[in-house]
């Protein structure tokens, strides 16, 4: 966590408190993009406060970005961090909550997807008095059935009346206070799923509708696979349904078996018939070692989560820093 940070500005404050707001951009492979990007995000945010700052996260691209990141922490107050390799978009995000120094602190992508200009009416609403302004965006209809159908279930599979709400709509473009931002940094775990991380936290939160731009150039870096991989690390990190329903199929067989046992035996007792079943037989040694295969592998799926925080190995690894912007003055 850093330590140049002064206390939170308190809420009631904020509407008349002069204040710092950082960025956090990650990027990885952005080359075509970001040395337009960053300009423009400086020049948009500079109309917001004089005191700025954008950190960029370059999370071990193997082209341009970083040259052309570092060229511009000269003439923008772009704070530059590279990652050692590619540690992924949810380490990218964390590394720069855990370098920003600002009041607050809105996390947005490098291909100006999100858009720009929606930043003034979060810092609006964050001065009101809003802890954490996150945006929903309206697209589903577009996605692959496929996804679709695998977004329901994921969201059914997180969903905890009780506890977190995880927004399903809602994506990383969100303005984050200090606060947010110190508790998000004090969580220990090394498997981040940041968007149930933003629900678990809390705070006083509100969603507001936005259009996403198209990508104008590149292409996107998540596909199925990569997308089903992250729903894994949420689902595990955040929600013990699959046990749940792997001890309720187990359940369900084994009243089942024993209903047929019972069945088996009055029928040889009492109508003296004997159930030629090798067929049977068969069908049921597969169904079973297949449950038992799917049992086993979500069990295995949260012992390698287990494994994966015990090693404790750091979140991601800094090759290089440069354009670190001061503290704030008290
Ligand atoms: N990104 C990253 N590390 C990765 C993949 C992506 O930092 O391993 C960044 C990327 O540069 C972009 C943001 O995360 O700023 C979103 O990526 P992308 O546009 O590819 O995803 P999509 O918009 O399709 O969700
Ligand atoms: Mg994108």
């Given at each position: 966590m850093n330590t140049e940070t002064n206390a939170p500005i308190r809420s009631e404050d904020r509407a008349t408190r002069p204040f710092r707001l950082s960025c956090v951009v990650p990027a990885y492979n952005e080359s075509l993009l970001i040395g337009r990007f960053l300009p423009a995000l400086a020049e948009a945010i500079a109309a917001i406060t004089p005191d700025v700052e954008i950190i960029v996260v370059?999370?071990?691209?193997?082209?341009e970005t970083g040259r052309i990141v570092s060229a511009l922490t000269t003439t923008l107050p772009v704070h530059y961090i590279e990652f050692s390799r590619n540690f992924g978009k949810e380490a990218a995000l964390q590394a720069g909550l855990d370098a920003s120094t600002g009041d607050c602190v809105v996390l947005l992508d490098a291909?100006?997807?999100?858009?720009?200009?929606?930043i003034p009416q979060m810092v609006e609403r964050w001065r009101a008095g809003v802890d954490m302004v996150y945006t929903l965006k309206a697209?589903?209809?577009?996605?692959p059935r496929l996804r679709q159908l695998g977004s329901k279930l994921f969201y059914y599979l997180v969903s905890n009346r009780r506890g977190a709400v995880i927004p399903?709509?809602?994506?990383?473009f969100r303005l984050l206070d200090r606060r947010v931002v110190d508790a998000l940094c004090a969580?220990?775990?090394?498997?981040?799923?940041m968007k149930g991380l933003y629900a678990w936290v809390g705070f006083r939160s509100e969603g507001i509708a936005i259009t996403m731009h198209e990508r104008p150039a590149g292409e996107s870096k998540f596909n199925g696979l990569t997308l089903a991989s992250l729903a894994m690390t949420g689902v595990t990190a955040f929600s013990v349904k699959p046990l749940r329903l792997v001890t309720l199929t187990g359940l369900v067989i084994s009243v089942g078996s024993l209903g047929m046992a019972f069945w088996i035996i009055f029928e040889k007792l009492f109508l003296g018939q004997v159930i030629p079943g090798f067929t049977t037989l068969a069908a049921a040694v597969f169904l079973l070692s297949g449950v038992q295969l799917v049992s086993l592998g979500i069990v295995g799926e949260y012992v390698g989560r287990i494994f994966d925080e015990v090693k404790?190995?750091?979140r991601y690894l800094i090759a290089e820093e440069r354009g670190r912007r001061p503290g704030r003055a008290p």
């Open positions: 370059n999370d071990g691209s193997q082209d291909d100006f997807q999100h858009p720009i200009e929606v697209h589903r209809g577009e996605e399903p709509d809602a994506g990383d969580l220990p775990e090394r498997n981040r799923f404790q190995r750091p």
